[in-house]
């Protein structure tokens, strides 16, 4: 119940795209749900994140979707750019509880 | 503002030497404070984590250990590495429920 899983494992997008990467959960009592982004040796730096209240939430060319209902959430980038290409990592966490991290997804951006 | 440094930055060591990785936390007082490793192309696996001094918790048995012997200092540490042990190891800390990461210490251990 505490697993948080996440596709696809990597994407290829052209420059321009649209890049989209999903999230699901199974507890119900997580309600915090942040992204972060990994540029390779560095570590994961905090890139948007959505609380239960909202169904949406963008921050210029990225947006979180949330449906509570499915347990599921995703992260779209618009006119994704080279310097997007990364690993993007989705994770959730709850009042008293540890974050628990999808497996992570990379992202190239071909330009 | 708050910031999180970890050192080293770049280890590489022999299997069975002992190993110390240090955290430090700036600018906030009493944060929770975490461990977590990150194998080659893997996702973020939770090693210790820490809600005050002297309080440690262990998410992996393993032959690492974590101490936090000041209120912003978190220290990882093994006494015989194994060739297993290698990965970066990220240091966190949380903030009105926001999580984050130093830039971490890569180990290789040959």
């Known amino acids: 119940q505490q697993q948080v899983k996440q596709s696809p494992q990597s994407l290829i997008v052209q420059k321009g795209g649209i890049s989209i990467i999903n999230c699901a959960y199974e507890?119900?009592?997580?309600?915090?749900f942040p992204w972060y982004q990994q540029f390779p040796g560095k570590g994961p730096a905090l890139l948007i994140a959505i609380r239960p209240d909202v169904s949406e939430k963008k921050e210029g060319r990225f947006t979180i979707s949330f449906n509570k209902s499915a347990k599921q959430f995703s992260l779209h980038i618009m006119d994704s750019q080279p310097g997007d290409s990364a690993t993007y990592f989705c994770?959730?966490?709850?009042?008293?509880?540890?974050?628990?991290f999808g497996p992570g997804t990379r992202l190239s951006v071909l330009p | 503002s708050q910031t999180i440094h970890q050192w080293p930055a770049t280890l590489v060591q022999p299997v069975g030497s002992p190993l110390s990785l240090e955290c430090t936390v700036e600018?906030?007082?009493?944060?929770?404070l975490y461990w977590y490793r990150q194998a080659a192309g893997r996702g973020l696996q939770l090693l210790f984590y820490s809600v005050g001094i002297g309080q440690i918790s262990s998410e992996v048995p393993q032959n690492l250990s974590a101490s936090r012997p000041q209120d912003r200092q978190f220290i990882l540490s093994s006494k015989k590495l194994l060739l297993s042990d290698s990965g970066f190891y990220l240091c966190?800390?949380?903030?009105?429920?926001?999580?984050?990461f130093g830039e971490g210490s890569r180990l290789t251990v040959l």
């Open positions: 994770a959730a966490t709850g009042y008293g509880q540890n974050f628990v």
């Open positions: 600018g906030t007082s009493n944060p929770n």
């Open positions: 966190a800390w949380k903030d009105t429920g926001e999580l984050f």
């Open positions: 507890n119900t009592a997580f309600d915090y």
